[in-house]
């Protein structure tokens, strides 16, 4: 069945860049999601990608998308200790449509 | 806008008895809702799938007659835990689709708690 990888921690120092890193098994994916999750929160969508795009930019955050390699990846810059937060990639055949299919969560730890 | 609220935020009951979770779209109507269940330091798992007026599609493994949905409008699904067990304590998560975009919005979650 599809499958969504992530790794279960990061730790970077507050100011430096974070990327986490999310692989994916279903090759028919057409929307790949980030979300933040804050403790005692509901999920909170930070950005998308469409199949057919290699890179979106969106403020301090840039995704990028290897459709090749089944690899996303999301890039925080300049990481406060808002950012804080549990971090899932998630993808979707139809869109909204579809129900998700979501990693098991990045943990991201800000080191003042 | 797409705010999706759900009810209650937490419930603790016993085991062998039934609850209700409500997931309402409120300012939009949801041509689908889903359910989620998410284990600590787990990743959201997909319950089912329901559309207004219809039967819920199930995910593989999802007992139906344990986990009974009803989506009776536009902007109102529920989830009901029949003869609930300690194993069913989880984070119960919904999402709504209003059909417009790629997007699904989600719920704030129902912690349920089973002793």
């Known amino acids: 069945g599809e499958d969504v990888e992530q790794s279960l921690f990061l730790s970077v120092r507050e100011g430096d860049s974070s990327v986490i890193n999310c692989t994916y098994t279903?090759?028919?994916?057409?929307?790949l999601y980030w979300y933040k999750q804050e403790p005692g929160a509901g999920l909170q969508l930070l950005t998308y990608i469409f199949s057919n795009m290699d890179m979106k930019q969106d403020q301090r955050l840039t995704v990028l998308l290897n459709k090749k390699d089944k690899h996303l990846s999301l890039r925080i810059a300049d990481t406060q200790t808002g950012d804080s937060a549990i971090y899932f990639c998630a993808e979707s055949g139809g869109g909204g449509a579809d129900g998700l299919t979501f990693g098991k969560g990045t943990h991201l730890i800000i080191q003042p | 806008g797409a705010v999706v609220s759900q009810h209650p935020s937490w419930v603790i009951c016993k085991s062998g008895t039934s609850v209700k979770i409500e997931c309402r779209s409120l300012?939009?109507?949801?041509?689908?809702m889903f359910w989620y269940r998410q284990f600590p330091k787990q990743s959201l798992m997909l319950m089912a799938t329901s559309n207004e007026g219809s039967k819920a599609t199930y995910e593989q493994g999802v007992e139906k007659d344990k986990f009974l949905i009803n989506h009776a409008s536009l902007t109102l699904s529920t989830l009901t835990v029949t003869s609930a067990h300690p194993e069913d304590s989880s984070f119960y998560i919904c999402s709504a689709d209003r059909g417009t975009d790629y997007e699904q919005y989600f719920g704030p979650g129902t912690r349920l708690t089973v002793t």
């Open positions: 279903d090759s028919s994916s057409t929307y």
């Open positions: 300012d939009f109507q949801a041509t689908t």
